[in-house]
C-alpha cells in the first residue's frame, strides 16, 4: 500500500503531483515510528539515555505531523508545510546527531532514518520553493 | 527503511519477537496515513462525504495510536495492546464499510486498506490470546 | 476557552448534547497532556522508571485519541468511542497503579490525573449504553 | 488539573520554570482540541467548509504536537521548540483567517482560540530569545 499513490488519487492533484513531498510525507511516516520505537528501547537500555528519549520523542511527533500535514492536497496551506519542513530537519538533524553518538543497533538504525528524512524535507522544501 | 526490524533491535525482544504484532504495527502505520489522506480528499469531493470523513478521521487517530503503542516492548503492557486492537478491528471494520460505498480511487483504496488492517489487528490479537 | 461549550456549537448536537461524553473529552484531554509529561520528568530521574514511562505513553497516546474521537459529533461512530472508552479505562488504570508506587511529585499528580479519566470514561460508557 | 503545575513538578525545572512557554503549552493543548472540533462541525455544514476544514486540520496537528514537545523539560531541545513554535504562529493565523469568514458559532470561537494562541506562542517565542 503506498501513500504516494493515494496522494495521487486526490481529486485535485492530477499532473500536479509533486513527487519530492511525497517521498518526504512517506518517510516522515517511518522516522515517526523509528523514533518512537527508539524512545522505547532507549529507557530499556541500562545506561542514562535520557538526552536521546528527549531528542527522539519530539523528533517522533513532529515526523508524525509532517506526514499528516504534508499529505493534505486540499487548499494548498503551503506556507505552514514549508514552515513545517523547517521545523521537521531543525529536529531530525539533532534526533540524528544525539543517537550517532550511541553504538546500540536502535540508535543507529534510528540516526540513518533521521539523516534520510532530513534529506527528503530539504528536497521537498526546496522544490517548493522553486514552485513559488 | 523497516519498523519490523527495527522492534527487534529493542535489547529485551530476542528470541520473543512477534511477526503478527509486527505487521500489524506497520499496516496501522500505512492505514493512519491512507485514511488521513482520505479525510482530506473527501472534503474536496462535490458531493456530501461527512460520514466517510468522520469514519476515515476516528480510523487514522486510533490505527496512529496502534502503531506507536504496539511497537513498544518495554515491561509488556499487554492487557492494553489487546484492548486497543479490539477497538482497531472496530474502527477499521466501520471505515472500509463506508468507503467501500463510494466509488472514487481514494475510497477504494482506503476500504482496501481498512480490511486488511482489520485481518492484520486481528492475527495480532489472537497471537496473544495464545501467548497469554 | 471551552471544549465542552465547543461541542454544543456543532449544528446537529442541540439538545442531544451528553455532559458525560464531554466531560470525558476534556479529562481525556488534560490526561494526556500530563502524561506525555510524566514520561518526560520520569526520563529524568535517577531511577529505573522504564515501566512508567512504558504505561504513561500508552495512557497518554490512547487519552489524546480519545479527547480527538470523542469530541467529533458528525454521524456517530458510537461503536467505535464505546470501545474506545473501554481500552482507555485499562490504559489509564494501569498507569495509576504503576504512578501511585513512586513518591515524586510528578507520578502522584500523573496517578490523580488518570484515576479522574477512568471515572470520566467509566460514566461516559456508561450513558452512552443507556442511550442505545 | 493543571498542566502547567505539572511542568512545575519535573525534577530538573525549579527555579528555571518559563511561564510563558507554560502558558504557550496550555493554549496549544485547548487550541488542537478546539481546531478538530471545528473541523467535524465543518463537515457537518451544508456549504463548502473544505478550505477551513483543511487550515483547521493543519492547525490541530501541529498545536497537538506543540503541546507535547514544548511541555518537556529534560535536556532542553529548544532549537525545536523555538522552531517549531514559529510553524504554529503561521499554522495558526491562517486557521483564524480562514474560520472568522464564517458566522457559525464554532467558526468563530475556533478562530479567537487560534489568536490566542498565536499571542500566546509569539510571548513564549520571544522569552526563549531573551534566554538564549
Known sequence: MSIKE???????VGADYNDALGEAVKHAMYCAAICNSCVDA????????????????????????VS?????????????????LETCIVACKICAEECAKHDNPHCQRCAKMCRECVEDCVAARDSMLEAA
Do not use: F, W
Open 6 to 12: 493515494m496522494i495521487k488519487d486526490h481529486p485535485a
Open 68 to 84: 499528516r500535514v504534508a499529505a493534505r492536497r486540499t487548499h494548498g496551506n503551503t506556507a505552514v508545510i514549508k514552515s513545517l
Open 42 to 65: 532507549c529507557s530499556a537500555e541500562d545506561m542514562d539515555m535520557s538526552e536521546c528519549i528527549r531528542k527522539c520523542s519530539d523528533a517522533s511527533d513532529i515526523c508524525q505531523t
